[in-house]
T-cell receptor, first 113, second 112 residues
Framework: SQTIHQWPATLVQPVGSPLSLECTVE??????LYWYRQAAGRGLQLLFY??????ISSEVPQNLSASRPQDRQFILSSKKLLLSDSGFYLC????????????FGEGSRLTVL | TQLLEQSPQFLSIQEGENLTVYCNSS?????LQWYRQEPGEGPVLLVT?????EVKKLKRLTFQFGDARKDSSLHITAAQPGDTGLYLC????????????FGTGTSLTVIP
């Protein structure tokens, strides 16, 4: 069966510090991978998606970046965090064979102080 | 700006009542999904609709996709406390399963 994991689950970082969130998928190959950000009680904002290794599409211009060094690994990074980067970050994957259903990781809650 | 607007944003009802949540857009989507999310967890898929005018029923939940594939609704009959959660619609605009945009969310509380 397929599983998705992301870490860390909780992160408290000072303004200006770097960020690295990791996400891995097991049990499938060549998944589409996504990073979303969610404000409390609100919808999800699509940040990045990837259809293959090294292929990253950015939806929102900001100080965040994403990389896909391996087929089932997706990394969200920042060189210098802003207060506005605080939020709940969710990694997700989908396979076209599953008619586009998104499967989400456990989420990473980032607080920038 | 959000591609998909949901209404209402918050809903608090008594157990046994009916409710409808709306998801509207000016864009056309090849498919539209509804998810339910618990606090601190990722959303979980409830249903996918792909054909304009399509209606799907999942026990007490009825989902409808608009004829023009720009809007959708979720109707819950006889709501129960277990229905409490954040309901999210999500649309695939690309048709390739690459770009999923989520709605603004509807937070539902069912009071026993």
């Amino acid at each position: 069966s397929q599983t998705i994991h992301q870490w860390p689950a909780t992160l408290v970082q000072p303004v200006g510090s770097p960020l690295s969130l990791e996400c891995t998928v097991e049990g499938t190959s060549n998944p589409n991978l996504y990073w979303y950000r969610q404000a409390a009680g609100r919808g999800l904002q699509l940040l990045f998606y990837s259809v293959g290794i090294g292929q990253i599409s950015s939806e929102v211009p900001q100080n965040l970046s994403a990389s896909r060094p391996q087929d089932r690994q997706f990394i969200l990074s920042s060189k210098k965090l802003l207060l506005s980067d605080s939020g709940f970050y969710l990694c997700a994957w989908t396979s076209l064979r599953r008619t586009g259903e998104l499967f989400f990781g456990e989420g990473s809650r980032l607080t920038v102080l | 700006t959000q591609l998909l607007e949901q209404s209402p944003q918050f809903l608090s009802i008594q157990e046994g009542e009916n409710l409808t949540v709306y998801c509207n857009s000016s864009s056309v989507f090849s498919s539209l999904q509804w998810y339910r999310q618990e606090p601190g967890e990722g959303p979980v898929l409830l249903v996918t609709v792909v054909t304009g005018g399509e209606v799907k029923k999942l026990k007490r939940l009825t989902f409808q996709f608009g004829d023009a594939r720009k809007d959708s609704s979720l109707h819950i009959t006889a709501a129960q406390p277990g229905d409490t959660g954040l309901y999210l619609c999500a649309g695939d605009r690309s048709g390739t399963g690459n770009q999923f945009y989520f709605g603004t969310g509807t937070s539902l509380t069912v009071i026993p």
